[in-house]
């Protein structure tokens, strides 16, 4: 399905899973068949997006060791935007947030930057219930904060939703270098 349906292949992909060369696939087929086991499955998942993605999931207890196991593989990377709004003066930092914000819409909407106004309503910008899930969860990864589908819903503009997610990441007033 994946292969033949690009939306498919693109919507995997941002829940961290990975297309399985064919080679592969039929390596799989035959360890399962050999198994005897009533159910199983092979994927190629990429774990921090898939946590990143499925947060309600991930914090089931079954996901608890494969996914300990990708922490201890992989420190967990940098907050590039925290770094940036840290080396920014507070003035600066709003429209940093902003553009941010922009971007991750920009590429949740699958639209180039320069098309999408921060002034507008989120409303008005044609966001579904699904691009408002994959909003939270690019929130939560950028911004490092939690953002209810509720607050998106609110009716403000990037701009405003920016300076409250800003608001929520507890940043030094003064200008700190790092």
């Known amino acids: ?4 349906n690009r939306a498919v292949a693109a ?7 990975k297309p399985i060369a064919p080679r592969d696939a039929v390596a799989a087929l035959s360890l399962a ?3 005897h086991d009533p159910q199983i499955g092979f994927m190629d998942v990429d774990w921090d997006t898939w946590r990143r993605s499925q947060p309600s999931t991930a914090a089931s207890p079954k996901f608890a060791s494969v996914l300990q196991q ?4 992989h420190s967990a990377p940098v907050n590039k935007l925290r770094s940036i709004l840290l080396n920014a003066s507070p003035d600066e930092r709003a429209e940093i947030a902003a553009l941010a914000m922009a971007e991750l819409i920009g590429e949740t909407m699958r639209m180039p ?3 999408i106004d921060l002034h507008v309503p989120l409303t008005e910008m044609g ?6 899930l994959e909003l939270q969860t690019g929130i939560q990864t950028r911004f490092g904060v939690e953002c209810s589908i509720l607050e998106l819903q ?7 939703l920016a300076r409250t997610l800003l608001s929520q990441m507890d940043l030094p007033t003064e200008l700190v270098l790092v």
Request: aromatic content about 0%.
């Open 1 to 4: 399905m994946a292969a033949d």
């Open 11 to 17: 919507h995997l992909a941002r829940l961290g899973i």
């Open 33 to 35: 068949v050999q198994s």
């Open 70 to 73: 990708c922490e201890t593989k």
């Open 113 to 115: 930057l320069d098309k």
């Open 127 to 132: 966001i579904d219930s699904l691009m408002a």
């Open 154 to 160: 609110k009716g403000g503009d990037i701009a405003g």
